[in-house]
């Protein structure tokens, strides 16, 4: 890269970093070290009424028995409302971006995807029970991803222009697809590694950053780990934590699960010789290119039994 490599890890304190949230975190924090460069972390809190109290220092605690130490401060999107909030007003004084008063039901008998019902209406006030959303007129493009390389968005409307995506929500809370921009733009994030849950939402992402004026982030995206088909490791079918007394043999069943020959624990003296071995060892075109591998149920460490 020719500039400076900005990556980050984001987590949400909805719940502790499991085996799969720990994936992320050591691809990201590899392919950024690789290229000698700067590893941000910042708490995606912006769903303050998702988040538990105390999870931040549990994941923080985590990721340092881990030997995976960030650059700089912690960003905590629950302390930036001003500046998201600046950002929108600035987007209705140019009319980019308009009210909506759409209920779900109402979405969901569009097809699930928002047709733009509200966009040239003058439908409520800032002081109204509505969500903000921006005009988008930018189609949905594919890009290349740089660990699972080229991906196309799978919908037959590809060619159309992507939905017009909600900046404010109905509650007030400033919505994801909203912050995670903001934030990576904020920070100068240039590439981001994540889990290949989010790559459909991708060249929405990237089509909201060409409609607000920012170039995008590189994006690469990581295998999940699933109990099941389609049933990704997560807070909800009850993941366990990670153990952080086991962190030098987590890492490497982390490199293990993204297709590296990696040594086994015993030959590493200690968390910081088994990462150092990693960043030498990582190569983007090693990376399993599948969006999901199950784990083994005889490795039910990574989690308890799905609901």
């Not at 303050?48 to 960003?75: F, M, Q, S």
């Not at 086994?264 to 960043?279: C, H, R």
């Amino acid at each position: 890269m020719h500039n400076h490599y900005v990556g980050r890890f984001a987590p949400s304190p909805s719940g502790q970093l499991h085996f799969g949230s720990l994936v992320t975190a050591v691809a990201s924090y590899l392919d950024a070290k690789s290229h000698n460069g700067t590893w941000l972390l910042r708490m995606e809190d912006i769903d303050e009424p998702r988040c538990i109290a105390g999870v931040d220092k549990d994941i923080l605690t985590t990721l340092e028995a881990h030997g995976l130490y960030w650059d700089g401060d912690v960003i905590y999107q629950s302390q930036q409302h001003p500046r998201y909030q600046e950002l929108l007003d600035d987007l209705l004084t140019q009319e980019k971006a308009y009210f909506c008063t759409c209920t779900r039901k109402q979405i969901k008998a569009m097809g699930g995807i928002y047709n733009g019902n509200c966009r040239d209406k003058t439908v409520c006030s800032a002081t109204q029970d509505c969500a903000l959303r921006l005009k988008v007129d930018t189609p949905l493009e594919a890009f290349e991803d740089v660990l699972m390389g080229k991906f196309t968005p799978s919908s037959s409307n590809a060619s159309l222009n992507a939905e017009d995506v909600v900046l404010k929500r109905r509650d007030g809370l400033f919505s994801y697809n909203l912050v995670v921009i903001l934030d990576d733009v904020f920070q100068q994030v240039n590439c981001v590694i994540r889990g290949c849950d989010l790559i459909d939402v991708t060249p929405l992402q990237r089509a909201v950053y060409k409609t607000l004026g920012y170039n995008a982030p590189q994006y690469g995206h990581v295998p999940v780990a699933a109990v099941a088909p389609g049933r990704k490791l997560s807070k909800q079918n009850r993941a366990a934590p990670v153990n952080n007394y086991t962190a030098l043999n987590n890492i490497v069943r982390v490199m293990d699960f993204l297709g590296f020959s990696f040594p086994n624990a015993s030959e590493f003296d200690d968390i910081d010789s088994a990462l150092k071995a990693a960043i030498s060892m990582w190569d983007r075109k090693k990376v399993v290119k599948t969006p999901e591998i199950i784990v083994p149920q005889h490795e039910s460490t990574y989690y308890s039994e799905p609901l």
